[in-house]
């Protein structure tokens, strides 16, 4: 285990230790827990980070990731594009607390005083207060004044300079009558000046403010998540397309971006009424 902890030379985001025991967590925080709405999932999210040199430990640590839980058509187009994800179950492996708990002595508290203040995007851990249906962004990358993107669709390659952008997942998530959560997880990179625009949704309209979106449609991820469980993603052994941009650092340092549900409401004696989630377009462009 500390062998894996010195060779990782992992940056984690956040330096609170993900409690995965029930007792620990329990005890980790003193207030009660406010009562959420019925449809309502918490995702925490927490970011690692490893230096290049050390294929070897990762071949390890891809051994305890299950990919094959996830739709193999979407996961061979993830990898063509330089990226690579799969599901942690339980128990949480050797690796993982390590990199966890190799960080906590070197950030600030999870969502705590600073957290906000980050100069770095994934040097933080916090959670996601979701509602069904209402899809939430992680931020994967700082503000760049240009980024420039490579995908493919499967028959050519394609590229595009945007301005003022950076990398970032759109995460939706439907929770389940039998517990578990259906999560929708999209590559894209926001860009442009932020500006305000109609959305409508629940048959009413509102006002969204952001900047401008280039979603990754055909490169949609669907995941059924235990409570508990985690995906994971990050970018390949040599990363080349949008995971390169989304996933690689200077020097070679590769990020590592971590989903896990924390928290759901269904209960399967009294909530029966989810709907299953909308199909997400998965044909490339």
């Known amino acids: 285990m500390g062998i894996l902890a010195l060779a990782l030379l992992v940056m984690l985001a956040g330096c609170a230790r993900w409690d995965f025991s029930e007792s620990t967590r329990a005890a980790a925080w003193q207030l009660p827990s406010p009562r959420l709405p019925p449809d309502a999932v918490v995702l925490e999210v927490a970011f690692g980070r490893v230096r290049p040199g050390i294929a070897g430990q990762l071949t390890e640590i891809w051994k305890g990731i299950d990919e094959q839980r996830l739709d193999p058509q979407v996961r061979r187009r993830l990898a063509a594009n330089g990226i690579r994800c799969g599901i942690v179950s339980q128990p949480v492996p050797g690796w993982l607390d390590d990199m966890i708990e190799a960080q ?5 508290t999870f969502n705590g005083p600073g957290a906000e203040a980050a100069a770095d995007v994934t040097a933080k851990q916090y959670r996601l207060q979701m509602r069904k249906g ?5 931020q994967l990358s700082q503000a760049s004044e240009s ?3 490579l995908w493919t669709d499967g028959e050519a390659w394609r590229g595009e300079t945007f301005s003022d952008a950076h990398a ?16 929708q997880l999209l590559p894209m990179i926001e860009h442009g ?3 305000g625009r109609p959305v409508g949704g629940d048959g009413v309209w509102h006002i969204e403010y952001g900047k401008d979106k280039h979603r990754f449609d055909w490169l949609a991820l669907n995941a059924d998540l235990a409570p508990g469980e985690i995906l994971a993603m990050t970018a390949t052994d040599e990363p080349a397309g949008l995971g390169k941009v989304f996933f690689q650092r200077k020097a070679g340092e ?6 896990r549900v924390a928290q ?3 209960d399967e ?11 997400m377009e998965n044909s490339a462009p």
Do not use: E, N
């Open 104 to 108: 906590m002595q070197t950030h600030g």
């Open 134 to 138: 209402q899809p939430a962004t992680i």
């Open 147 to 149: 980024l420039t993107a």
């Open 168 to 183: 970032a997942l759109s995460v939706v998530c439907y929770p389940k009558d039998d517990g578990h959560v259906a999560v």
């Open 193 to 195: 000046t932020p500006r």
């Open 254 to 259: 590769t990020v590592w971006v971590f989903l």
């Open 264 to 266: 759901v409401q269904q």
């Open 269 to 279: 004696l009294f909530g029966a009424t989810t709907a299953p989630p909308p199909a």
